[in-house]
């Protein structure tokens, strides 16, 4: 019986590694709006199910949400996935990001407004 080299046993442990945390992180298993931006919650986590909410709301360009800006025009075909909001969104306030706040709200509830469907009071979608 021929033993596995060592380095074929080291590619194969780092390669599951690296698929099981790309699959944690991965659009479908979010449950709810996380930013790193929000230091502490005023209000509670709005749950939020990604692939349910795309599917619900007929979405398939990612850029729709996850969309990318430069020199105040919107990139075609250029999509932010891999970012926080805050990256782009950045704030000034020491206490409370509003600025992030907004974006995430002018987004969301922009989108709900315009399509005439979905949450748009406080807690509808910050729920207790």
Known sequence: MKRQPLTATIFITVLALVLAVMTAYSQENVKSVQDSGFKELMRPQVPFVHDEHNE????????????????????EG?????QECSECHKSQEKNYPMSLVMAYHNRCKGCHLEQKTGPIMCGECHVK
């Open 56 to 75: 619900k709301a007929q979405i398939e360009d990612c850029s729709t949400c996850h969309h990318v800006y430069q020199d105040g025009k919107k990139v």
């Open 78 to 82: 250029d999509v932010s996935e891999s």
